[in-house]
């Protein structure tokens, strides 16, 4: 079975750029997030979707950041203008509707962002 | 969100058995301990979690303080292949919710030497 495939691995844009990342998560997975990870640091939640709906997103830098998940599969995670601290790795996972606090996350391996 | 605290760093010798710990003294009663793994240059991977009892599976065995303050992840013997980033996280027990997500700290680097 296919895991998380995400694409672009690697992307290296000038700031003030747009740069857009793709996920594909696991066939039946109706919960997807996106996290970011800087190095030496722990992944950081930037939104999460249940199916279509964006459940959380508190953390996501609406300004500058977007994403979507049109029918409730891909999603897409989007910076415009990117700037110099958006320099990190973006990571997706998805998971089936997490029962009592169970459902494993499934990450892909990631888009690693830099800007100059 | 409960927090939880873990060793910076930590050294292993292949085929030795590896004890990672984890203290989460403000942890809930719903709780769950989850560890996940992070090896270099890719994503997250599951590795096991619990709640009360001590638990095992193919990759590793998760041992649970009586009183859930702490954990302790075990690897009954390490290989190169273990080397990674280990992260103990709580999860609230919820379905679905703002609080349904992984909080992930810096984790244990761990090093495996042959």
């Known amino acids: 079975e296919a895991g998380v495939v995400q694409s672009p691995r690697y992307k290296i844009i000038e700031k003030k750029q747009p740069v857009a990342f793709w996920c594909n998560p696991i066939s039946g997975h109706n919960t997807l997030y996106w996290y970011l990870q800087n190095l030496g640091q722990g992944p950081e939640l930037l939104i999460r979707y249940e199916n279509e709906e964006a459940v959380d997103d508190s953390q996501l830098p609406k300004d500058r950041f977007s994403a979507e998940r049109l029918k409730g599969v891909d999603s897409t995670l989007k910076i415009q203008p990117a700037e110099l601290g958006d320099s990190a790795v973006y990571l997706c996972a998805s998971s089936l509707v997490a029962v009592r606090g169970t459902g494993e996350l499934f990450f892909g391996e990631g888009s690693r962002l830099t800007v100059l | 969100d409960a927090k939880t605290t873990q060793p910076n760093s930590m050294e292993s010798n292949e085929e030795e058995p590896v004890h990672l710990p984890c203290n989460h003294s403000t942890i809930s009663g719903t709780d769950y301990i989850h560890w996940y793994r992070q090896l270099p240059s890719q994503g997250p991977e599951y590795v096991i979690h619990g709640l009360t009892s001590n638990v095992n599976n193919r990759m590793a065995s998760l041992a649970i303080a009586e009183d859930r303050k702490s954990s302790t992840l075990i690897l009954h013997r390490a290989t190169l292949r273990d080397a990674a980033v280990y992260y103990c996280?709580?999860?609230?027990?919820?379905?679905?919710?703002?609080?349904?997500?992984?909080?992930f700290g810096t984790g244990t680097l761990l090093a495996v030497q042959p």
């Open positions: 996280i709580l999860r609230p027990n919820h379905y679905g919710g703002a609080t349904n997500k992984l909080i």
